[in-house]
């Protein structure tokens, strides 16, 4: 079956331009993850989805960071007056469950650059 | 707050040698569990295996092998007669058992490199 998906596989951004990235989970999967790898941070956990539960946002950097599941399936962040410092390749991934015991299924990524 | 540790950054070896990526742990959680992902220059994050804190018993998967000691916090893998399609950058992860624990924490990874 299709595994996750992630749109689109690379944006070239403006600093202080807003941005979206859009993550399809495998069809089914109730738990969504995003994280973000970079150079200097490796990869760090952002924020976690678990059905119509209240997400655990603890990762996101900062405010002008955000993040919304629809439906419980597609999963969008958003990026608003982007830093050159937000220039990473930003991962999502899916879980059949919410147990750590599940493995976490990563899509392709988003390499987002700020120039 | 959890913790992983992988303290080589780069290895490089011939093909044909065996070895061995070393990762340590910090967690507070009783239950928990610990993988090591591949991710091959293409970029994608492949899954090798999961452990869970309550099962120490040594696994082998073909060239691959894992050997996990909760005495030392460790959670070690092997490639045994390494290959050049084994060059990659290898994560080790540490996750909690349930609901926003299960979110994973990485290390910085292991590039390795195998030579013909």
């Known amino acids: 079956g299709a595994g996750v998906s992630q749109s689109p596989s690379n944006k070239v951004t403006e600093k202080g331009k807003d941005v979206e990235l859009r993550c399809d989970p495998i069809?089914?999967?109730?738990?969504l993850y995003w994280y973000r790898q970079s150079l200097g941070q490796g990869l760090e956990f952002l924020i976690y989805?678990?059905?119509?539960?209240?997400?655990?946002k603890s990762g996101l950097p900062s405010d002008r960071f955000s993040a919304e599941r629809t439906g419980g399936s597609v999963s969008t962040l958003t990026i608003q007056r982007t830093q050159q410092e937000d220039s990473a390749v930003y991962l999502c991934?899916?879980?059949?469950?919410?147990?750590?015991?599940?493995?976490?299924?990563f899509g392709p990524g988003t390499r987002l650059t700020v120039l | 707050a959890q913790k992983v540790t992988q303290a080589q950054t780069e290895i490089s070896v011939v093909e044909k040698e065996d070895v061995t990526l070393d990762c340590v742990y910090e967690t507070r959680d009783t239950t928990y569990y610990l993988f090591w992902y591949k991710q091959p220059p293409s970029g994608e994050l492949v899954f090798l295996i999961r452990?869970?804190?309550?099962?120490?018993q040594n696994e082998i998967s073909g060239r691959y092998s894992w050997n996990f000691q909760k005495s030392t916090s460790s959670f070690n893998f092997t490639i045994t007669a390494s290959q050049v399609v084994d060059s990659a950058v290898y994560f080790c992860a540490l996750s909690g058992y349930t609901g926003a624990n299960s979110k994973l924490t990485f290390g910085k990874g292991i590039t390795l490199s195998v030579r013909p």
């Open positions: 069809s089914g999967h109730t738990a």
């Open positions: 452990r869970n804190s309550f099962d120490e």
């Open positions: 989805f678990q059905g119509n539960s209240a997400p655990d």
């Open positions: 991934a899916s879980s059949s469950r919410t147990s750590g015991r599940d493995e976490q299924f």
